[in-house]
């Protein structure tokens, strides 16, 4: 059974700073892997798609890595805005599946102090 | 291009009764999955939709159904509403098989059951 982790669960940075948040997965069958950013009370805004072909994706300031083998991605973000501030989630989907189905982890909160 | 729209965006119900969620996916996208968020439980998978057809449920009650349009527009239906109900619902849309398939989200359903 496919489960995802997030750590840390919290994080709190001044502005400016570069910063990584990392999302693990026990089950390497993986079809892809997703970085999504939620404002509170907010949807999810999709952020990077990391095929599992693929070893990393960048969008701006944002790198995403995958290395499917030791079940890990992390997300990069460079010079954090106060912007910035969400909760983070990756989610993957498993190639087994016979369906599009998304596993979460239960996300990162990012705070960028002015 | 339109994005994902989810109605309403808040719902009050009150024990026992029923309700319908309502999911308009990005135009040309078959697949649409249905997600539960709450503090406690993260974002729980509970069905999708691929051309009218359930390919797969998550792990939640039968009171928990849902349907799909020939226009791919989706609902959801949650009967004899508990308190253990009320959670942000979430919609998402993608074409549904591919690696690199991506889901965009709407801006999720408020239901609030007291």
């Known amino acids: 059974k496919q489960e995802v982790t997030q750590i840390p669960a919290a994080l709190s940075v001044p502005e400016g700073e570069n910063l990584v948040l990392n999302c693990s997965f026990t089950?390497?069958?993986?079809?892809?892997l997703q970085w999504f950013r939620q404002d509170p009370g907010k949807g999810l805004t999709s952020l990077l798609l990391?095929?599992?072909?693929?070893r990393e994706q960048t969008s701006g300031r944002l790198n995403a890595s995958l290395d499917k083998s030791s079940g890990r991605s992390t997300l990069y973000i460079a010079a954090s805005q106060p912007g910035d501030s969400a909760t983070y989630l990756c989610?993957?989907?498993?190639?087994?599946?016979?369906?599009?189905?998304?596993?979460f982890g239960s996300g990162t909160r990012l705070l960028v102090r002015p | 291009k339109a994005g994902v729209t989810q109605t309403p965006r808040y719902l009050i119900k009150t024990r026992g009764q029923q309700v319908t969620l309502s999911c308009s996916p990005i135009?040309?996208?078959?697949?649409v999955s249905w997600y539960q968020q709450t503090p406690g439980q993260g974002l729980q998978f509970l069905f999708e939709?691929?051309?009218?057809?359930?390919?797969n449920k998550g792990n939640f009650p039968g009171r928990f159904s849902g349907r799909q349009f020939s226009n791919s527009r989706s609902e959801m239906n949650v009967s004899t509403l508990e308190l253990g109900d009320s959670a942000l619902y979430l919609c998402?849309?993608?074409?549904?098989?591919?690696?690199?398939?991506?889901?965009?989200f709407g801006q999720g359903t408020r239901l609030t059951v007291v």
């Open positions: 998402a849309s993608s074409l549904g098989f591919g690696m690199n398939t991506e889901a965009f």
């Open positions: 089950d390497s069958a993986i079809y892809n």
């Open positions: 990391i095929q599992s072909s693929q």
């Open positions: 989610a993957v989907s498993n190639s087994m599946d016979s369906s599009y189905k998304l596993i």
């Open positions: 135009s040309g996208h078959r697949s």
């Open positions: 939709y691929f051309s009218e057809t359930q390919r």
